[in-house]
């Protein structure tokens, strides 16, 4: 028998749970897009980005998803043949570099493997290290989704200062912008990569960079920045279709302004801290849960290093991929594959998976999927410590 049937919860990092207000806000005929409401709304939109990403900076929109994201901020940061430093704390720092690389930009990458943080001794070092300042940016994820290590962007930008290096900071937010604190401006950031899908609560497909007036002086106009990925026209456009290069994402742009209200009615602390307050509920599951069972561990062991916004964890193989099967088909529940931990083909591979808690989730959604994993281990025969519900039960009533 099953259960799933109701509403399922894809609980994955990513795309997240759009909300019946976003869908409805996007149910609608194709507006005009050279005058009338479309425009007005769409001025709108950008005074409420620049709140979301805490800046006074530009801000220009793709049509793209996370990797368009990426790219863009590479062909403005960059000229070909210029150097990044990169961070890595697990798969999307490592694919950063990669689209890097693959644009004709030097790139150096700092690996701290898969559960550690970033050490920024180490990245200061590398800053002295480059005496001739040949490093145009360091990039880093704030949250990698993978690992769920969360990167502490003030340190890193002391550890910069600390250096003495002139090089911009870029920061990829994809994962955490709408989930945890962020303060582009206050923590001297410098290029923010965000898409709508996570936390932004909008249906994959639009893609964000903001800049400083800083970042654009010193970036000028690269030899990357193709007329479609050039920021300059898009962040201050004279002509409506020059804010996306092309015809506007119509439904998507009303969707977006539907989930920035939601984000200004709820406020970003209340937001920050409703998505903290369920990470802490899903930590304490997988606390006692692992106390049953060695084999059962969140990847991330120092919570002040774990994202707000998606947890990684470890089963033991196969039990990550029984236990995923068994949420879905029993019980709605989606749980994301563990990603970037080992090859799909690798047997190993069955024994990791993530627990999204991003964007448009509340306590019963949390609750209720970390109790379908509970129920899920139970008839699987997956050993595990009790008490795993009520210790989240517990951060719940705290929180609340
Ligand atoms: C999801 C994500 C990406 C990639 O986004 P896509 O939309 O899948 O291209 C990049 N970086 C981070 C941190 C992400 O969470």
Partial sequence: MSLANGRPYLAIPG????????????????????????IEMVAGLWPDLRSVA???????????????????????LFHKGEKALVLAVGQFGLSWANSARAMGIEVEVLDFGKSSPADMAR??????????????????????TASTIKTDIPALRAAMDAAGHPALLAVDCIASLGCDEFRMDAWG?????????????????L????????????????????????WGPRAEAEEFWQLWN???????????????????????????????????????????????????????????????????????APHATRLRDW??????????????????????????????????????????????????MTALGIPHGPGALAAAAQVVAKGA
């Fill in 15 to 38: 795309p997240s749970v759009i909300p019946d207000r976003v869908l409805r806000a996007m149910h609608r005929g194709s507006p005009n897009i050279y005058e009338g409401p479309l």
């Fill in 54 to 76: 805490g800046t006074t900076g530009h801000v220009a929109m793709y049509i793209g998803n996370g990797h368009a994201g990426w790219e863009a901020a590479n062909a403005n």
């Fill in 123 to 144: 990245v200061e070092a590398a800053l002295r290290a480059d005496k001739g300042h040949k490093i145009k940016a360091v990039l880093t994820t704030q949250v990698d």
């Fill in 189 to 205: 950031v410098d290029v923010l990569v965000g898409a709508c899908q996570k936390g932004l609560m909008t249906p994959p497909g």
């Fill in 207 to 230: 893609a964000f960079i903001w800049f400083s007036e800083a970042a654009r002086l010193r970036c000028g106009k690269s030899d990357l920045a193709t007329p479609y990925w050039a």
């Fill in 246 to 316: 092309g015809t506007a994402p119509t439904t998507h742009l009303y969707g977006l302004r539907e989930a920035l209200d939601m984000i200004h009615e709820e406020g970003l602390p209340q937001i920050w801290a409703r998505h903290r307050t369920l990470a802490g509920a899903v930590w304490a599951a997988f606390d006692a849960w692992a106390a049953g069972n060695p084999a059962i561990g969140m990847n991330v062991s120092d919570p002040r290093h774990r994202g707000h916004s998606v947890t990684a964890a470890r089963f033991g």
């Fill in 327 to 376: 949420c879905e088909t029993k019980a709605g529940v989606t749980l994301g594959i563990g990603l970037g931990m080992a090859p799909s083909t690798d047997p190993a591979y069955h024994g990791f998976l993530r627990v999204a808690h991003m964007g448009h989730v509340n306590a019963h959604m949390t609750l209720g999927a970390l109790a379908v994993m509970e129920a899920g």
